[in-house]
T-cell receptor
């Protein structure tokens, strides 16, 4: 079947580094996305991985290991505005079309 | 401004009264999708469309219908809403569903309550 797991909640301090893990199981892996969602708002795109390795975008980096079904999102120099939910999503092509499966999200609290 | 719009943003209705939530995008995107978001369950895909006249079921299609007659519009229809369809609904679009890094752009959400 298809499944995505990520921690429900994490807490970190302003200025610190936090790593949010995501593990997935899917037979038709076709890319992994990370989205940020502030409370009451729509998700917004953060990063994309389809090949193994690290993708860096400013304070945000995302890593993928396809053989392990594992990804992480790394947030550096945390700011208060980074308090949000972070959603891991896999694009799956098992059916010959492209479906998206989302994890339940990790709620990150950044403390002063 | 490039955007995905949804209407209405908030809706309270009664069981069995048919309703339609509209979704429109102005970015000439091929791929469009509907999700529902529930506490503890995350975003779940209801239906998606790879292009005009092409729609497919997501993980939770029961009780919903969609159509894609034009590229820009992708309405979500609830023929006979029930209380278990009370949720926050998001429409999303992306340039294509090909294996490229085409992220999805989400609409602002529609909060639906069925009593």
């Amino acid at each position: 079947g298809q499944n995505i797991d990520q921690p429900t909640e994490m807490t970190a301090t302003e200025g610190a580094i936090v790593q949010i893990n995501c593990t997935y199981q899917t037979s038709g892996f076709n890319g992994l996305f990370w989205y940020q969602q502030h409370a009451g708002e729509a998700p917004t795109f953060l990063s994309y991985n389809v090949l193994d390795g690290l993708e860096e975008k400013g304070r945000f980096s995302s890593f993928l290991s396809r053989s392990k079904g594992y990804s992480y999102l790394l947030l550096k120099e945390l700011q208060m505005k980074d308090s949000a939910s972070y959603l891991c999503a896999v694009r799956d092509s098992t059916s010959g079309t492209y479906k998206y499966i989302f994890g339940t999200g990790t709620r990150l609290k950044v403390l002063a | 401004e490039a955007q995905v719009t949804q209407n209405p943003r908030y809706l309270i209705t009664v069981t069995g009264k048919k309703l339609t939530v509209t979704c429109s995008q102005n970015m000439n995107h091929e791929y469009m999708s509907w999700y529902r978001q529930d506490p503890g369950l995350g975003l779940r895909q209801i239906y998606y469309s790879m292009n005009v006249e092409v729609t497919d079921k997501g993980d939770v299609p029961e009780g919903y219908k969609v159509s894609r007659k034009e590229k820009r519009n992708f309405p979500l229809i609830l023929e006979s809403p029930s209380p278990n369809q009370t949720s926050l609904y998001f429409c999303a679009s992306s340039l294509a569903a090909e294996p490229y890094s085409y992220e999805q752009y989400f609409g602002p959400g529609t909060r639906l309550t069925v009593t």
